[in-house]
């Protein structure tokens, strides 16, 4: 009879469990949209991604809602434009620029310890925590290092990463600053160790430790293959710094020299190998406890890529609003769930992550939370096409605008009207030709930045 109780229990655990899939959500820092193995335009080795991407579904016209880190990850985890939740600028010292080295006291003062996402924004973490999901944040915060802005008080349960946007990857430090945090306290204890080898550590640690007991989210955010923030050799206080570049263990490295044109290329490469290597150890780990066909394996990148040798087919790099800036790599993995082997050139962004994974365990948006996608699993199954049929971007007096097929870009770097049905690189600009078009990208962009102004406002930016 006892044996029968516990059985039962058991079943009822197990069940429990098993309608709540595990959830690994995976960010890399500056990686280009042709950045895997598995595309085959570049001779990278990452045969995880690679087999992340053969079990599951490939995006190729998915887009992030900023050119570059912070604002970025900020959509990701609250599933919200930028200007919607007030984080629509990168929180960084700029003086960094110029070779300055921060000390502790000005430091404590700097935009980047007194800035951060508002707190009265809701993060996934806080949405899964509510479903009932122990939740781990590793890696790059790069929300805010403020007390009140770290993941343990943002819907996180465990937090080993640095909250601003950079870090050298040996040190830690980011222009002098010790960065690494373990939960609310900064720490040193791995100085000297490459950093994509402490967060695989600790991404490895957190998942051991529930995998087979919570149903769990774990938010891995790498700094790879971003370049290091540390000055290079000859840096003068006051002079325009000389880049460090990516740095990257000799191993991976040499797997490469011979292989691109340079040494800086061979560094960046090298980086990402190392992560996807990463990567790997916590599929095993899911694999090795009988979790792989409930487990959800998300990747993309934060930003189009920098320093990794182009884009191509794509115009622009990170920091633009070509495609190299916005459109990024994404794979989602959910053994019968969704399809093997598929790629999907369907419209879709970063704002549907968030409603996606609620959709899937069962989680809800606050009451009052505006969201700005959908739920992308009947798209990425093949049921049906995607609602998305309109995105916009700005970084300050930059503009874009994608509404079905057409492009609309007005930055200082350039601009003009595309059609990526018959034009992906953005090579011919047909606003002469097609000035109705120009109209109405414009009058749909004005539409949105009005609705954007119109919204409860959010910090830090905003002046309210």
Same mark, same amino acid.
């Given at each position: 009879m006892r044996f029968a109780v516990c059985f039962i229990s058991c079943l009822l655990v197990c069940s429990g469990f098993a309608a709540k899939p595990n959830i690994v959500l995976i960010v890399s820092d500056d990686q280009g949209y042709p950045d895997l193995g598995c595309i085959g335009s570049k001779p990278l080795i990452t045969p995880n991604?690679? %087999?992340?991407?053969?079990?599951?579904?490939?995006?190729?016209?998915?887009?992030?809602?900023?050119? @570059?880190?912070?604002?970025?990850?900020?959509?990701?985890?609250?599933?919200?434009?930028?200007?919607?939740?007030?984080?629509?600028?990168?929180?960084?010292?700029?003086?960094?620029?110029?070779?300055?080295r921060f000390g502790a006291e000005e430091y404590a003062v700097s935009p980047e310890m007194t800035l951060g996402l508002d707190v009265r924004e809701v993060t996934i973490g806080n949405m899964l925590q509510q479903a009932g999901y122990v939740t781990g944040c590793v890696g790059k915060w790069d929300m805010g290092q403020a007390k009140r802005f770290l993941p343990l008080q943002r819907g996180f349960d465990f937090f080993y990463g640095h909250g601003n946007n950079g870090i050298d990857y040996y040190t830690h430090e980011r222009y002098g600053v010790p960065s690494l945090f373990r939960g609310n306290a900064r720490t040193e204890e791995d100085k000297g160790t490459y950093v994509t080898e402490v967060f695989?550590?600790?991404?490895?640690?957190?998942?051991?430790?529930?995998?087979?007991?919570?149903?769990?989210?774990?938010?891995?955010a790498f700094n790879a293959p971003h370049g290091a923030s540390s000055f290079g050799e000859g840096t003068k206080e006051g002079e325009k710094k000389l880049s460090e570049g990516v740095q990257a263990p000799e191993k991976y490295v040499a797997m490469y020299r011979?292989?691109?044109?340079?040494?800086?290329?061979?560094?960046?490469?090298?980086?990402?190998?190392?992560?996807?290597?990463?990567?790997g150890a916590v599929m095993e780990a899911v694999e090795k406890a009988g979790q792989t066909e409930n487990t959800i394996f998300v990747f993309l990148s934060d930003n189009g890529g920098s320093g990794n040798g182009g884009n191509a087919p794509l115009r622009?790099?990170?920091?633009?609003? *070509?495609?190299g800036g916005l459109r990024v790599p994404f794979i989602m993995r959910w053994p019968g769930k969704v399809p093997a082997g598929k790629v999907t050139d369907e419209f879709l962004t970063s704002l549907e992550?968030?409603?996606?994974?609620?959709?899937?365990?069962?989680?809800? @948006?606050?009451?009052?939370?505006?969201?700005?996608?959908?739920?992308m699993l009947p798209v990425l199954k093949g049921e049906a096409k995607s609602p998305r049929t309109e995105m916009y971007w700005q970084r300050r007096g930059d503009k874009a605008a994608r509404?079905?097929? *057409?492009?609309?870009?007005?930055?200082?770097?350039?601009?003009?009207?595309?059609?990526?049905?018959?034009?992906?690189? =953005?090579?011919?600009?047909?606003?002469?030709?097609?000035? =109705?078009?120009? %109209?109405?990208?414009? =009058?749909?962009? =004005? %539409? *949105?930045?009005?609705?954007?102004?119109?919204?409860?406002?959010?910090?830090?930016?905003r002046d309210y």
């Open positions: 991604l690679d %087999k992340l991407a053969a079990e599951g579904v490939r995006g190729t016209s998915f887009y992030v809602t900023w050119p @570059a880190c912070t604002p970025s990850r900020g959509s990701i985890l609250t599933g919200r434009y930028p200007q919607r939740n007030g984080l629509y600028d990168m929180v960084r010292n700029d003086l960094v620029n110029f070779g300055h695989r550590r600790e991404a490895l640690s957190f998942v051991d430790q529930h995998v087979v007991k919570n149903p769990f989210f774990l938010y891995l011979g292989k691109v044109k340079d040494e800086k290329l061979a560094r960046y490469c090298g980086a990402v190998t190392c992560m996807d290597e990463a990567i622009g790099q990170k920091s633009t609003m *070509w495609e992550l968030v409603p996606t994974l609620l959709a899937a365990t069962g989680g809800k @948006a606050p009451q009052g939370v505006k969201l700005d996608g959908f739920d509404v079905g097929n *057409w492009k609309w870009v007005e930055s200082e770097k350039g601009g003009g009207l595309y059609d990526l049905s018959a034009d992906l690189g =953005e090579k011919k600009d047909l606003s002469g030709e097609k000035p =109705e078009v120009v %109209k109405m990208m414009r =009058e749909r962009f =004005e %539409k *949105w930045r009005t609705e954007m102004d119109e919204t409860e406002p959010r910090g830090p930016f």
